[in-house]
């Protein structure tokens, strides 16, 4: 599976962005999507996933603001990201799971910086 994130870019605080993850193939062999991100100095952490197709999962920093969502007939993951603050920068990566045989898989990170 390959998967190719877009969407990232500069914007001011309290502004929006909507992340892309292109999958190679159908989002229906994973059982997970994610997002993840890692900020200048800090380890890579999980900001949204859907597991199973169904059950969303947030971390607390982005409970409210963010959404993740699948659109299985473009083997696509969004990730819409509103009220930005200066401490979301950093590169998001997009991630999954295979069904079949647990196997992970990532994608080139994408650049979010939110200035003050």
């Known amino acids: 599976v390959q998967l190719q994130a877009s969407g990232g870019g500069l914007v001011q605080a309290g502004g929006s962005l909507r992340l892309s993850c292109s999958a190679s193939g159908s989002l229906h062999s994973l059982s997970v999507v994610a997002w993840y991100r890692q900020a200048p100095g800090k380890l890579r952490e999980l900001v949204a996933s859907i597991i199973s197709g169904r059950i969303e999962n947030y971390s607390d920093s982005v409970k409210g603001r963010f959404t993740i969502s699948r659109d299985n007939a473009k083997n696509t993951v969004y990730l819409q990201m509103n009220g930005l603050k200066p401490e979301d920068t950093a590169v998001y990566y997009c991630?999954?799971?295979?069904?079949?045989?647990?196997?992970?898989?990532w994608g080139k990170g994408t650049l979010v910086t939110v200035s003050s």
């Open positions: 991630n999954a799971v295979l069904w079949l045989n647990g196997g992970i898989f």
